[in-house]
Structure formats: C-alpha cells, structure tokens
C-alpha cells in the first residue's frame, strides 16, 4: 500500500463504514449477556463512561494517525515515527493489533456462524411452536455439534476473507448503506414488542436503576474492555479504514455520530433482551447462549414470528460480517504492506483464523473441560484476554502515540477540528484517558 489509497466515496460512507466496524456482535450479543453478568445498570453506566471518556478520544487518535498515514496501520506508524524523530518501534504496535485482531476473529467467526445456523432454523420455522425450555436445550445441543459448529465457522469465514481479499471499500460500502437503517428498524420494533411483555418494567429498572455497590475492579476492567470492543478501538483496526477518510471531514463529529449509534444499537438490543428474560424468569447471567435463547422465544410469540426472527438473524449476520471484515483488514494490510498480494494475504490469514478457530468450536464439546489458564477453556481466553487486556493496551499505546509523539501539525490536521477543538482533545487524552485506562488496567490485573 502506498500514500495515494483510494478514499470513501462520501462522508456518509466514511461514518457508515467506521459504523459497520463498530456494530456488531459486540452490541447485539456480548453487551447484554455481559451486562447480565456484571449487575446490570451499574455496568453500564461505566461502560457509558468508558465509552466517553476513553473509547471517542481514542477512536479519535486511531484514526488521525491513519489519516496522517495515509498507509497501513504499521506503515503509518512508523513513517509518522520516523517524521517525529521517533523510534521506528512505534510500527511494532500495528503488530500488536494484527495479534489482536486474530485472536478476536477467531471467536468472532464461530459465533457469527451460530447467527448462520440461526437464521437457517428461522427460515425453517424450526422455533415455531417451541416453548422457552425446549429452545434452550436445542440451543445446548448446537453447542455439542462440534461438525454443524465447524460448518457454520468456515463458512463465515470463507464470506469474510472473500470480501477483504477483493478490496475494502468496493465491498463494504454499498452493504452498510442498506444495513444500519434496517437493523435499526428491526431493533425498534423488538423494543416496541418488549414494551408490552409483564417483563418490561423490570428490565428497564434493572438496566437503568444502578445499585454501585455490585462494582469491583474486575468489573470496572470489563467494562472499560467492553468499551474498547464495541468501538473496534484498540487494535489499529479503524486505524487501516483512516487511511481512506476524506480530507475534509471533521473526525470528532463523525466519531461522535458512531459512538452514539454504536451506544443505541445496543441499548435496543439490551432493553428486547432482558424484558424476555424477566418475562421468562430466566436468569440475566445466562452467559454467551443469552441472546441466541431470549430472542428466539420472543419472536415465537410475535404474529409473524419465524419471518421477523429470520430476518433478524439475517441483519445480525450482516452485522457481523461488516464487523469481521474490519476486523481481518489490519492483519491482510501488514501482510500486504510486507509484500504479499491482497488475495495471498486473505487466504493466509483465513486459515490461520479458521485453525485456531477450532478451539472455540471445541471449547463446549470435546475441549470443555480443557482449561489451561485460570480455570478458563479456550473460548473464554480467546473472548476475554484479548478484549480486556490487548485492546485496553493497545489503545492506551495508540492515545500516547497521537497525543505525544505524533508531529503536532499533522495531528491537528488529522483530527479536522480546528485549533481549540484539537487542545481539547489533546488536553482529554493525555490527561484523563491515557491515566484512566492505565489505572484500571493496573487495578484490574492485580
Ligand atoms: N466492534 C465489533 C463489535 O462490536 O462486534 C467488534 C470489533 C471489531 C472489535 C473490530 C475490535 C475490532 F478491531
């Protein structure tokens, strides 16, 4: 790759891309089982915070050193290194994000086959007819598929590695277009349908009523990897989409109009999901199966429901796949940056991803009980250790890089904002997110 990409066509398509990033799995699954597991209310509001005070500001910095760059993530690095008078290791943190993002993908990819399977049984009318109890079991069972699992991973990762090997922009901007509005939709009129279950006014208490004594560190730490997660902050990943923003856009309004649809998709997705699950009686830390259940119950009960639920299934799968195609891009931008061609790059790192893959397939039948770290199985190392430690490090590192040691100019020209809106940022991350985000992860870790 060279200084001369190729940009988004529109600013819209700039904001819709960086959004497809963001929306994913992370909203829609992991942030109302999480939510479940950590108390609920008081969680959020930490993870709101983090999302302000931590996740926009780097989002910020991430970007701007793309933009500046104009290259991949550690070829920007280190060219804007090397213009500071820098050391060149600065590039090793594109490094990092590359390792990152594996290790994110290749949970990411099993789970978003689940929402293949899903969506197969949806169209089938297999929940129609089901009571709460029998979907749960049906979704146990899936689990102890290890063939149908490997299945559903492969051919995820197949539609992703496809879409990055014939180059970002071309595929991913048309997609997200048609979408975000759908998935909103969909999401309203969920919400809309949970407005009338026995269920809802204790879901809205539970997630809006915080009681602060159910936080402790771990669960600040969670919180704060959540924010980082549900932005796609921290891995260089937004990094390698900066390279392609136009020049004349101011980054904090684009950033601030992901973050705020980022935060709402979620909200939705959580407000659906534990209505159901206090309509149902069922426990709010359930875990990863939370919003594989909840939902399928909920749209049983819906006139239409089977046609409602597969297109839910469909938006999600789209989701995710705009999600995990941001996610593969930084490792196939360095393979190409150290000079292999774009298709090599995705099939090497497609069957990388697709390997280790396995152990998360593995992790609910054979590999259960395989737990080499903490009492934690391969699927709980691949989905916590990355999302709480590497992106919180990473981001912290990319912050101190743009705040500190980026030229000045090229930092202010990047961020689009002017001379007070730049101090501003300047004066946010230096002095509350990068401390803030090392706190927590020295208080979380010890
Ligand atoms: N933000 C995505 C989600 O919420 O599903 C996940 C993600 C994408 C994380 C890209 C990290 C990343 F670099």
Not at 304 to 332: D, H, K, Q, R
Not at 401 to 413: D, L, S
Not at 427 to 440: D, T
Request: aromatic share 12%.
């Amino acid at each position: 790759m060279n200084a001369t990409l190729e940009r988004w066509s529109t600013r819209r398509a700039f904001i819709l891309a960086v959004t497809g990033a963001a929306v994913g799995l992370g909203n829609i699954w992991r942030f109302p089982y999480i939510t479940g597991e950590n108390g609920g209310a008081a969680f959020l509001v930490l993870y709101v915070v983090f999302v302000l005070l931590l996740g926009l500001p780097v989002m910020m910095a991430e970007i701007m050193i793309g933009r500046a760059g104009r290259r991949a993530p550690m070829q920007s690095l280190g060219h804007l290194a090397a213009q500071a008078g820098a050391s060149r290791h600065w590039r090793l943190l594109g490094l990092f994000g590359a390792v990152t993002v594996f290790c994110i993908l290749s949970f990411y990819s099993v789970v978003s086959g689940w929402s293949i399977e899903f969506l197969v049984m949806a169209i089938n009318g297999d929940f129609v007819g089901r009571d709460p109890t029998e979907i749960a079991t049906g979704f146990e069972a899936f689990l102890g598929d290890p063939r149908r699992m490997t299945f559903n991973h492969t051919l995820f990762l197949f539609m992703t590695m496809t879409v990055v090997a014939a180059g970002v922009a071309k595929g991913l901007e048309r997609l997200n277009n048609l979408l975000m509005p759908l998935l909103y939709l969909l999401l309203l009129l969920l919400a809309g349908y949970a407005a009338t279950t026995d269920g809802f006014a204790t879901a809205l208490a539970w997630l809006f009523r915080p009681d602060f004594s159910a936080i402790t560190p771990l669960v600040v730490m969670h919180a704060m990897g959540h924010a980082f997660f549900t932005l796609a902050v921290g891995a260089c990943a937004l990094m390698a989409y900066g390279a392609y923003m136009p020049e004349h856009q101011s980054l904090p309004r684009a950033a601030g109009a992901v973050a705020v649809l980022d935060v709402g998709v979620a909200l939705l997705a959580g407000i659906a999901i534990f209505s159901v699950v206090f309509t149902q009686g069922m426990d709010p830390g359930e875990g990863p199966g939370l919003m594989f259940v909840t939902l399928p119950i909920a749209f049983a009960e819906l006139p239409w429901g089977a046609l409602w639920l597969s297109v839910f299934f469909l938006l999600l799968l789209l989701a995710t796949w705009t999600s995990s195609i941001n996610l593969a891009e930084p490792m196939v931008a360095t393979l190409q940056g150290w000079g292999m061609s774009r298709g090599k790059a995705a099939a090497a790192v497609g069957i990388g991803v697709w390997l280790v893959g396995l152990l998360s397939v593995l992790s609910f039948s054979t590999l259960a009980e395989w737990r080499p770290l903490f009492g934690m199985n391969a699927f709980d190392m691949v989905t916590t250790i990355p999302t709480e430690i590497f992106l919180p490090v990473g981001g912290l590192l990319i912050a101190a890089f743009a705040a500190w040691i980026m030229p000045r100019g090229e930092a202010r020209a990047a961020l689009g904002a002017g001379g007070s809106g730049f101090l501003l940022w300047q004066g946010v991350v230096r002095w509350i997110s990068i401390p803030l985000a090392a706190m927590v992860l020295i208080a979380g870790l010890l």
